[in-house]
Structures are given as C-alpha cells and as structure tokens.
C-alpha cells in the first residue's frame, strides 16, 4: 500500500469529495481517465495526487503501475481561512474560506494481476537441422496448406465432373 497525500488544498472538500466519489475503488488507469475528462476544477487536484501515488508506488516499492487500484480515498477538512465582508450599519458578513487534505491509497490488485494482457512471444520451435524452408508448424504455412488442399479437392471435382459428363 502507497499513498500521497496533498495537503491545504484551497478547495472546499464538499466540492473534491464529489471528484473522489468518482475514483474510490477503480483500478489506477480508468480512474485517471475519469479524471482527465471531469469537467470539475477539483479533478485536477486529484489527478495530480492519483499521478503521484502511482509514482511513489513505482519508484519505492517497485510495483507495476497496471496492477494498481485505488484502496483508499478521502477528504478530509483542513483550517478554515476567516475572511470578513463589511455590510450596512457597521457590520461585517463571515466568508469562511475552506481548504481539504486529499489522502489517496494504491495497492496491488490480484484480479488486475491476473486479467492483464501479456502478448505472448512467436512460438519458437526447435529443430535438429538447419533450413530456409517453412514448416506445418508455422502460422502462416499451416494458413497456405489449407488453401493449397481445399484448392486442390476443388479441382479433383471438377475433373470428376467432366469425366462423369463424357
């Protein structure tokens, strides 16, 4: 488990859990799509923070970054900036300017581990000789043997068909 933490944000955390609500429990990769295209001012925050848990989980614990999901992910409020408008008769309104810390947590995911989609390497076949030549094994020369037989039968039968007709 790694997690980054971004703290004193300069955003209500009303307006980011919205943004966190999203993500919480998506792999790492569809969650960063989500947030690319939010159209919310708190998804940049957050996108940032998701970047940089994947980083820390890359470069310290040394995981794959396609394996990752989202573990935990909270807002938490943080101070308060107290502001006053002046209003009629002497009076001062409070504007209470809010700031969030954002915790996100990736971990490994075994079903992500499993589902990831490896191109498996050209099947390489070994021989007991040297040659140039293809073989019955190979993709492509199994693909030409039958075409080659199915155009061979097709011509037996049309030379069948003559016989029978003469």
Known sequence: MTKAIAKYIRMSPRKLRRVVNEIRGKDTNSAQVILKFMPYAGARVVEKVLKSAVSNAKENEKLNPDELRITKAFVDQSTTLRRWR???????????????????????????????KHTPAKKQVKHDHDHDHKHDHDEKS??????KEKKQVKEKTKKDKKKKEE
């Open 86 to 116: 002046p209003m009629s008769r002497g009076r001062g309104y409070p504007i209470l300017k809010r700031t969030s810390h954002v915790t996100l947590e990736v971990g490994v995911d075994e079903n992500l581990i499993n589902n990831i």
């Open 142 to 147: 199994k693909d030409e043997a039958v075409k």
